[in-house]
Structure formats: C-alpha cells, structure tokens
C-alpha cells in the first residue's frame, strides 16, 4: 500500500449520488472502499473505478437495515488496516415502509441507525487516519417535521408514503453530525451534513402509484450536479465549520429541531441504547 494514499469509504455507492461522488474521488486517486448491499449491483462502478488505473477498488456487504451486518462490515474494514480518512455515509431509502431487522422503523434503522453504528465502530480508525472528515448525506426534507416521535421509532413506519419517517430520518442524520463534531473537537476530524438537492436518482423507486404524477413535475438535478455538495464539503468546507448543514455549496439554515444541541445529546443516547 502507498503510504500517502488517501482513502474514502462510501456506502450505496452503487448509483445515484454516491456511485458520481465515488468516481470522482477515484479519479481525484482516492483509494475507494464501496460499501453495499450487493457486488452485483456495485460491479460496474468498481469496474469504471479500475479504468481509471488508480488505486484498487474494494467492495464490502453492508445492509444497514440489520445492525449485524453493519458489525460485520466495519469488522471487515478494520482488518484491512487501511486508515479511513473520508467516511461518506451517504446511502439511503425514501418512500418506503418497514422495519429494520432489530424491529426499529424502516428510515430511521436505515438512514440514522445503521450509519450512526458504522461511524461509532469506525471511529477509532478515522481519528487515527486524521486529518479526517465525515460526511452525512442528509435532505432539505428534515424541513417537513418538527419532532422525533421517539416512541414510534421501534415500531414499523406508520405513514401511509413514509414521508413523515423520511422527514425524521433525516433531522437524525444532521443532528447525529452536530453531536459528532461536538464529539470530535481537538481530533482533527470534521463532520458536515448536507442536502444534495432534488436529484434523479432511484430514490424515487418506490414512490406509490399515486404520487407518481406529482413527482414527475418535480424539476430535478442530475446525479452529477447532485454530487457537488457532498464534493464541496470533502474538499472546501472549513474545519472550522464542522457540525455545519450545507446546501448548494454553502452553509444553509436549518430548522429549530434540527438544531437543538440537547436533541442531538438525547438522540445520540437513544442511538447508542439502540445498537446496544
Ligand atoms: N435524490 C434526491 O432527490 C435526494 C434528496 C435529498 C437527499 N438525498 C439523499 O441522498 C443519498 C443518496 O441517495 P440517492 O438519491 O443517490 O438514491 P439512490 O440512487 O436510491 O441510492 C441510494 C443508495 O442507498 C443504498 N441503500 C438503500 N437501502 C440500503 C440498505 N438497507 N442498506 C445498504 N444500502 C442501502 C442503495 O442500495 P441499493 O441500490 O442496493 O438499493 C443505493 O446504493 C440518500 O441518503 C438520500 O436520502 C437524495
């Protein structure tokens, strides 16, 4: 291994958002380490990846609504022994209902729980490989609610779209990145959130038949232009803005919830109790 390569971790990088950010630190000659829910799917990306002649690609299962397999998959990062330097969680559902495999509701085990427990399991080894930066895909969709009904988050999702859940799942992912910063201070490891945008992507696969007309009106980025945030807060955020939410590539306001240092405590509590 190359002493001075840098290495970033990506989860659900098969498509969408994540498969444009991994290629672009790939050429940038990041050595990429692709997180997912299967080799299959992931195979075109990690074959682009060797095209461009850099660094070898690695790939590890990871399906984050099952908190075993986030063990396993960070068991298997950590006996590569390779520094983590860019910890990209940036994987995630929408419209869809469910639960997690320990029972907590689909968004939330999904897109909060199971990236909380991969970052706690990989701490050690991102503060080790610090100057380091963690980056939390979030969405301007934490907007749509104003609390985190805790006593419903071990249960299945009961919105009829999951949009309320989503909404929620997504005040964790900034919240968890406030907590985590306020964790991090003196490590040299920053932490941003970020919305990408409205971007054409699968996340949309699962919208209900009835929502299908609506959604199609909705002006949207593509992939790539939505990639430019998480990029932005890799390569030109601040240190010094750790803990921050950014939109279009730059620091945006979020809301009072989203906001609220003892939400963020309390959360992070409820996370660790969780994953226990
Ligand atoms: N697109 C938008 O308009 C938009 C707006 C705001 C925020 N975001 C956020 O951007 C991030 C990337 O989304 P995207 O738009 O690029 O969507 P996408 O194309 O659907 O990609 C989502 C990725 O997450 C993976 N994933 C889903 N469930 C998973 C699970 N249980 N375990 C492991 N991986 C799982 C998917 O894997 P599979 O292919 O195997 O399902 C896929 O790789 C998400 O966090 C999303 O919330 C997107």
């Keep these: 291994m190359d002493m001075n390569q840098r290495v970033a971790l990506i989860t659900g990088a098969n498509t969408g958002i994540g498969r444009i950010t991994a290629l672009a630190l790939a050429d940038r000659g990041y050595q990429l380490i692709l997180a ?3 080799l299959e799917r992931t195979k075109p990306v990690l074959d682009n990846i060797r095209r461009l002649d850099k660094a070898e690609p690695l790939f590890f299962e990871l399906r984050l609504d099952d908190l075993d397999s ?8 950590l006996a590569t022994n390779l520094p983590i ?10 419209l869809q209902r469910g639960q997690t495999r ?11 729980l199971g990236h909380f427990l991969l970052t706690h399991l990989l701490l050690g080894q991102v ?5 380091a930066r963690i980056i939390n895909v979030a969405s301007r969709a934490h907007r749509m609610t104003n609390n985190i009904p805790w006593e419903h988050l ?7 779209t999951g949009t309320k859940e989503y909404a929620v799942s997504k005040a964790c992912n900034i919240l ?14 920053s932490c941003f959130g970020l919305h990408p945008g409205v971007v054409a992507t699968d996340i949309w696969r699962a919208t209900p038949f009835f929502m299908k007309p609506f959604v199609k009106f909705i002006p949207m980025l593509t992939p790539e232009d939505g990639a430019k945030t998480t990029l932005f807060c890799i390569e030109s955020a601040e240190p010094s803005q750790s803990g921050q939410y950014f939109a279009n590539c730059r620091v945006a306001k979020t809301t009072p919830l989203a906001s609220d240092l003892a939400f963020a ?4 509590k409820f996370s660790g109790v969780a994953c226990a």
Aim: charged share 20%; with cysteine.
């Design 265 to 268: 405590e309390y959360l992070w």
């Design 127 to 131: 503060i080790s490989s610090a100057p």
């Design 70 to 77: 986030v063990r396993a998959c960070a068991d298997a990062v």
């Design 36 to 38: 997912g829910r299967s």
């Design 85 to 94: 330097h860019l910890l990209i969680n940036n994987a995630g559902l929408a």
């Design 176 to 189: 968890f990145t406030k907590e985590l910063a306020r964790r991090l201070e003196g490590t040299n490891v």
């Design 154 to 160: 071990r249960e299945p999702t009961r919105s009829l």
């Design 102 to 112: 320990q029972g907590y509701e689909l968004a939330f085990g999904v897109n909060h």
